[in-house]
């Protein structure tokens, strides 16, 4: 896809049609509801699943999208987008709800437009000031071209553009797939001893400790301002979720170099395991035992649930730091004798480990799944 492409600006209401559409109140389902009616999507606001919230039975004169063509619905309140290639239901929201054809569209160039048109109405409007209808028609975005004098997009590169990115992202999550030991889908499947680990786990008896007890260094970071930090190969830790806190590489002389095998909890109370050595400012405790040697899976037990016990209890005004830390309770598996149970712990994150994968690739199945059927529909048509 290294190729020189050109881009020109377009009217969204000049590559777009709106369509009649055909509201359902949810309150009205029941009543038009069909018992051996076919199943259709029930398409509303929201971002997660496509923005479908289920399937209804409901009598067809209700239907949108009757021809069973790719269009895109639109959301103003929230300026979500999705992509719809069946006839569907769609939720009342007012005005707020639309869908939009064109001839060219397909599965693949619809991400592709989807994706711009997100990033474009939702850098403008917010739920305050809403991506009307009107708006929404009116916006500019820049879309790729065949050549300058061109007066429609390349619906052609989008659609090739799309499949190469979902191709990097499939081949990027079999990486990491096959990284963390994993050679095939059949390894994380769950066998029987996984589900022995789950239900031991359900039933084990749980001691409360304190992070005083866990580990024998609770130290607070030192501050160096942005514009003193001299670049170097040293990862530093401040506050915040965005890339873990990881907010710069340095070198300078005076900052402490922690290890890996750590855990840092910020001055919001964010918490993450730390495989790598690295330095932090004041506003990040660092947690690691000296004298016991915890394993990775140990910590990244013990990581959420510190966060869990910290929750919703600093913020801005109430901040978090190494002080605070000796005195927080968390709740770990013990063995009959009333010790920590790593074993267990060790189990447990293996199993989940197992569980997210298993989970993370039956998603990916299915989408490839979707544009796998979407592309033989397109071939015989």
Same mark, same amino acid.
């Given at each position: ?241 965005? %890339?873990?806190?990881?907010? *710069? &590489? @340095?070198?300078?002389? /005076?900052?402490? +170099? ?6 840092? =909890? !910020? ?74 149970? %790593?074993?267990?712990?060790? *189990? &447990? @994150?293996?199993?989940? /480990?197992?569980? +997210? ?6 998603? =990916? !199945? ?16």
């Amino acid at each position: 896809m290294n190729i020189l492409i050109e881009y020109k600006r377009f009217r969204v209401g000049d590559i777009l049609t709106w369509q009649k559409k055909i509201q359902i109140r949810p309150l009205d389902i029941p009543s038009l509801t069909i018992e051996d009616g076919q199943l259709y999507p029930f398409v509303g606001q929201s971002s997660a699943n496509n923005a479908i919230f289920g399937y209804l039975r409901v009598d067809p004169r209700f239907l949108n999208n009757i021809e069973s063509e790719p269009c895109i619905i639109a959301s103003s309140n929230t300026q979500e987008f999705s992509y719809v290639d069946t006839p569907f239901f769609l939720k009342e929201a007012g005005g707020s709800m639309s869908y939009m054809k064109n001839e060219n569209l397909n599965l693949h160039n619809s991400l592709y437009l989807i994706t711009v048109l997100k990033k474009e109405l939702k850098s403008r409007y917010t739920y305050g000031i809403k991506a009307t209808n009107e708006r929404i028609r009116e916006s500019i975005i820049q879309l790729p071209v065949k050549n300058v004098n061109s007066t429609e997009p390349n619906w052609g590169y989008m659609d090739r553009y799309a499949k190469h990115i979902l191709d990097k992202y499939v081949n990027n999550i079999d990486k990491y797939f096959q990284k963390l030991g994993f050679r095939n889908y059949e390894d994380v499947l769950l066998q029987e001893y996984d589900k022995h680990i789950l239900n031991k786990h359900a039933h084990s008896n749980f001691g409360i400790f304190k992070v005083e007890e866990l580990f024998d260094t609770i130290k607070r970071g030192k501050r160096i301002k942005s514009f003193d930090r001299i670049p170097g190969n040293l990862p530093f830790i401040t506050a915040g979720v965005d %890339k873990m806190g990881l907010s *710069d &590489y @340095i070198c300078n002389p /005076e900052v402490e +170099v922690f290890p890996e095998n750590s855990l840092t =909890i !910020d001055m919001f109370g964010n918490t993450f395991y730390r495989n790598y050595k690295y330095g932090a400012d004041d506003h990040v405790a660092v947690l690691y035992n000296s004298t016991t040697e915890y394993s990775k899976k140990v910590l990244l037990y013990i990581q959420p649930t510190i966060k869990k016990a910290i929750a919703g209890k600093f913020s801005y005004s109430r901040n978090f730091y190494a002080s605070d830390a000796p005195a927080v309770e968390i709740k770990l598996p013990i063995d009959e004798s009333g010790n920590i149970n %790593k074993k267990l712990m060790e *189990d &447990y @994150i293996s199993v989940i /480990e197992k569980k +997210v994968i298993q989970n993370l690739r039956r998603n =990916i !199945d299915k989408r490839i799944g979707i544009l796998s059927e979407a592309v033989l529909q397109r071939e015989r048509s």
